[in-house]
């Protein structure tokens, strides 16, 4: 019999999550849609716009989720409460601790579901499209593409264009410098590039070595460097945090970090991504408490004005911590949990006052 009801409200909260989902995606890709249609111009016309915004809802989806969730538990719960099903469950002996580990395994496959778009699908898509608008922009106008990046690999400083999502390269600049923080070098490749090996292999090199009381000069056709510096690295250095997924946030970071270069950018994303994920979880049983309540007996206009006002607050609160984290410097992973500490908190005190 419990096994029965666990199906049925997982199918119940799920539904309605889905539906939510489906209505919040057509509203964004609509918008994002629109917003587009100001950057047309070259190759990039109306079909690609509707392509970018189709590509972006995937990420938008990941975001929405915990919105979503709320919304769904709150219309597919409400109306369960509302045909006394949950009172007959109350009556039949199920305690609320019982409903409310039913609820909380819906919100764990939703939190699987959004920690697979997250991770898998999100931002692979998310990276292709904005990949895809600027090449249709921008063609081959590396400068307004704008490819060159610096990048550092311990006393290694290197200065390159990027032509292509091959990592093919135009002219590289290497400064070399000891552990004085002294230079030691400067060398110039009309063209580099990486090769499956990870090693650099660098065309035309010339270099200029500062020694004591000499420069030297060395040259030759093709060079070959090592660098720490692997194509997945450089890539990671050239893409929004949002087109990161966790596993090449943590790589990304532990570069930044190995380097002492500010990480916090990267460390907000990854933190804001894993409680944005957990909250999915809590908020199926947020909307069981509500449910207990006087909603129970309010309309499904209440539920999704209860769902929307509360789904907005965790939002506009996650984003504002987020934000005023980096500009203040406080710590990622504080200010990325507390709106859903917050959550969590309200949750286990509005369940425990019902009787």
């Given amino acids: 019999m419990t096994g029965i009801l666990s199906q049925y409200l997982m199918r119940t909260i799920l539904t309605s999550t889905a539906l939510v989902l489906v209505v919040l995606l057509a509203l964004a890709g609509l918008f994002e849609f629109i917003a587009e249609l100001e950057d047309v111009q070259a190759d990039y016309k109306t079909p690609q716009a509707i392509l970018f915004a189709a590509l972006r809802l995937p990420?938008?989806?990941?975001?929405?989720?915990?919105?979503?969730?709320?919304?769904?538990?709150?219309?597919?719960l409400g109306g369960i409460a509302a045909n006394s099903e949950v009172i007959v469950m109350r009556a039949s002996g199920m305690s609320?601790?019982?409903?409310?580990?039913m609820v909380a395994f819906a919100g764990f496959v939703m939190l699987v579901i959004t920690a697979l778009l997250g991770e898998f699908i999100g931002p692979p898509l998310d990276y292709y499209a904005r990949n895809m608008r600027a090449e249709a922009r921008y063609g081959e106008d590396d400068d307004r593409l704008g490819n060159e990046t610096w990048v550092k690999d311990g006393p290694v400083y290197l200065h390159l264009?990027?032509?292509?999502?091959?990592?093919?390269?135009?002219r590289l600049y290497v400064f070399r410098f000891d552990e004085a923080n002294e230079l030691v070098s400067i060398?110039?490749?009309?063209?580099?590039?990486?090769?499956?090996?990870?090693?650099?292999?660098?065309?035309?090199?010339?270099?200029?070595?500062?020694?004591?009381?000499s420069v030297q000069a060395v040259e030759s056709s093709v060079a070959v460097e090592s660098f720490e510096v692997n194509a997945e690295m450089l890539g990671s250095s050239m893409v929004k945090s949002e087109s990161l997924s966790a596993r090449g946030l943590l790589s990304y970071i532990d570069y930044l970090q190995r380097n002492s270069l500010d990480a916090s950018n990267y460390e907000?994303?990854?933190?804001?991504?894993?409680?944005?994920?957990?909250?999915?979880?809590?908020?199926p049983m947020l909307a069981l408490a509500f449910v207990f309540g006087s909603l129970r007996s309010g309309g499904a206009g209440a539920r999704l004005m209860i769902g929307v006002g509360i789904g907005l607050a965790y939002y506009?609160?996650?984003?504002?911590?987020?934000?005023?984290?980096?500009?203040?410097?406080?710590n990622p992973a504080l200010v990325s949990w507390l709106p859903s500490i917050a959550l969590l908190l309200v949750t286990l005190g509005a369940l425990a006052r019902v009787r």
């Avoid at 609320?96 to 580990?101: R, S």
């Avoid at 907000?268 to 994920?277: A, K, N, Q």
């Avoid at 609160?317 to 987020?322: D, H, I, K, R, V």
């Fill in 187 to 213: 060398a110039r490749a009309e063209n580099a590039g990486i090769g499956e090996d990870d090693r650099w292999l660098l065309e035309n090199f010339r270099e200029t070595r500062f020694q004591r009381d």
């Fill in 268 to 283: 907000s994303e990854l933190w804001y991504r894993v409680s944005r994920t957990a909250a999915v979880m809590i908020m």
């Fill in 316 to 330: 506009l609160a996650s984003e504002m911590l987020a934000n005023s984290g980096q500009v203040f410097d406080l």
């Fill in 96 to 101: 609320v601790g019982k409903l409310a580990g």
């Fill in 161 to 170: 264009e990027r032509v292509n999502t091959e990592f093919d390269f135009g």
């Fill in 59 to 76: 990420n938008l989806a990941f975001q929405m989720f915990p919105v979503s969730a709320l919304i769904g538990s709150l219309l597919g």
